[in-house]
């Protein structure tokens, strides 16, 4: 069993990247939170599951230890596969779903890309013991909406942009954790390019 694979992502797509380990090219794939993470022919690590299928044999990769952690909880759930697990962590945060399942947010679960009212109470029914479990900081206070998605989608923008002016990822992913006003993604490049030069 792959627990992770360390190597240049030489290829990157919307669902998938291909990691060059010694010279054998995986395509794991990965979601939106993982791929901000990740820069063309840039060395990354990432926690793998692999998917045994009759057809095929699938790797998933995850940036960070707790969304691979919210992936395999996910996975575990009745009716929710690899790639309904993938489009949930590209939708929502680690710490947005978990805040959603602690307030048992089910109209904000049900707009999650593949989950439907039955699927959302599901959730809530088995991962409400298991929250216990599981180290989540931080969790953000108030209303938990899934404006998370278009959140997410400023973030993965202005990282890409900011990592190409030079910048560390750890310095631009500290800035994004503070809390900010910023309504597109061109605020947000000049909100972290002021919060740098601080640094």
Known sequence: MI???KGKATHITSDYCLL???DVGYRVFISDQTRAHISPNAEVMLYIHTNVREDAILLYGF???EEYDLFLLLIGISG?????????LSSATVNDFYCM???KDVKGITKLPGIGKKTAERILLELKDKLSDVSVEDLPEGDNNVGAEIENGMVAEATEALLTLGFQDSEIQRVFRQKHSCQNTEELIRYALSELQRL
């Open 3 to 5: 627990g992770f694979l």
């Open 20 to 22: 060059d380990v010694h």
């Open 63 to 65: 940036f960070s230890r």
């Open 80 to 88: 929710i596969g690899p790639k309904v697990a993938q489009g949930i």
């Open 101 to 103: 399942v602690q307030q």
